[in-house]
């Protein structure tokens, strides 16, 4: 009998049908959301699935699914599995890093230059048809990008991938905190330097949150962090929400604690905190950071690649290009 598998969101039908060769595919072409009951109800007999960041997979569902042998998640982050309980009942779990590095680095940025520059703010008062009543020549004057301070938290690839546009494109003088320091090769490559958490965050014009988010990085930027930055600063959070205080940001932002703020992700998301909507000098986007036509592709392919291959299937099968637990791929080599 052929394996069954669950794919929870829709994405690219041509990509997820490469799945229907090898396997019963149950997809979600409405994408509706589904709470975990209905999750659970769904992954009954199924032994993969596709998921996404709106899926939560921990040691419940699990033991309510005992037949799933692999989670393939779209996405770099995977904070929305519990990859402890999926290795302790031998669950593969795998995710989508590389392909997005690139592109979420180019939203990051373009994020920043949108709240340095006040991009939304002035769109607003330009629709509103408030140009031609109320125009001034020192109007929505904000932060220069270039040849300032970017301070970078987390500095993994896409982190990397920030800094290099920010010293070679824009001139700019780079700093990064990070759980550990990078080697000096890629640090010069990058023109990074390595300082504490506390410099970062005095320092920075332009202070981009690209940290996994972890019990260890909740709320790493709250009321104290936000006041020890400069009162010009903007602060752009593309990594996850809970990194980031909402609602101490949404202060720091009305009492003018720091300048402006782009933010793609969210405490809650999909609903946003009342408080943030209503500032001003706050750049919004629904968590789009990988959101490019070849890079989406590109994350839904790798993750079709990773649940053939995790379940025996395709040109790489019993080997998962970019497993997150490859520990339960050791423990079936050594059972079977
Ligand atoms: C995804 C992301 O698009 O890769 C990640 O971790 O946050 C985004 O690139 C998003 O998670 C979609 O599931």
């Known amino acids: 009998m052929r394996p069954s598998v669950l794919v929870t969101r829709a994405s690219f039908p041509d990509i997820v049908d490469r799945l229907r060769s ?9 994408d509706d959301i589904w709470s975990q009951p209905s999750l659970i109800e ?38 929305n599995i ?8 031998g669950v593969l779990v795998t995710n989508t890093p590389d392909v997005l590095t690139e592109t979420t680095a180019d939203f990051g940025f373009a994020l920043m230059m949108a709240a340095a520059r006040r991009m939304t703010e002035s769109e607003h008062y330009l629709r509103a048809g408030e140009w031609v009543k109320t125009g001034r020549y020192d109007m929505f004057v904000g932060p220069d990008v270039h040849g300032s301070t970017l301070g970078i938290l987390g500095m993994g690839r896409i982190g ?40 970062l965050l005095r320092e920075s014009d332009h202070l981009i949150i690209v940290v996994p ?21 903007t602060l752009t959070n593309i990594a996850r929400g ?52 070849r890079t989406r592709r590109a994350m839904a392919s790798l993750c079709v690649d990773n649940l053939l291959a995790a379940l025996g ?10 497993p ?7 423990r079936r080599v050594a059972t079977a």
């Not at 090898?22 to 409405?30: E, H, K, L, Q």
């Open 82 to 89: 519990d990859v402890q309980a999926c290795t302790a009942r």
């Open 242 to 293: 809970g990194v980031v205080d909402d609602d101490a940001l949404a202060v720091a932002l009305q009492e003018g604690g720091i300048a402006a703020a782009g933010l793609d992700v969210f405490e809650g998301e999909p609903a946003i905190r009342p408080a943030l909507l209503a500032c001003r000098n706050v750049v919004l986007t629904p968590h789009i950071g990988s959101a490019s036509v």
């Open 22 to 30: 090898a396997f019963d595919v149950t997809d979600n072409p409405g």
């Open 160 to 199: 990397q991938a920030i800094a290099r546009r920010g010293a070679l494109g824009f001139g700019m003088r780079v700093i990064y905190h990070n759980r550990s320091r990078l080697a000096p090769g890629i640090e010069s490559e990058c023109r990074a330097s390595y300082v504490d958490k506390d410099t």
């Open 313 to 322: 299937e395709g040109p790489s099968a019993g080997a998962p290009p970019t």
């Open 42 to 79: 769904r992954l009954q007999g199924k032994t993969g699935a596709m998921t996404a960041g709106s899926d939560r997979i921990d040691a419940t569902l699990l033991d309510a699914c005992p037949q799933l042998k692999a989670v393939c998640n779209i996405g770099v982050g995977y904070n």
């Open 213 to 233: 988010y972890s019990e260890s990085s909740h709320h790493a930027i709250g009321a104290a962090q936000l006041k020890q930055m400069k009162s010009t600063a």
């Open 324 to 330: 997150v637990n490859p520990q339960v791929l050791a």
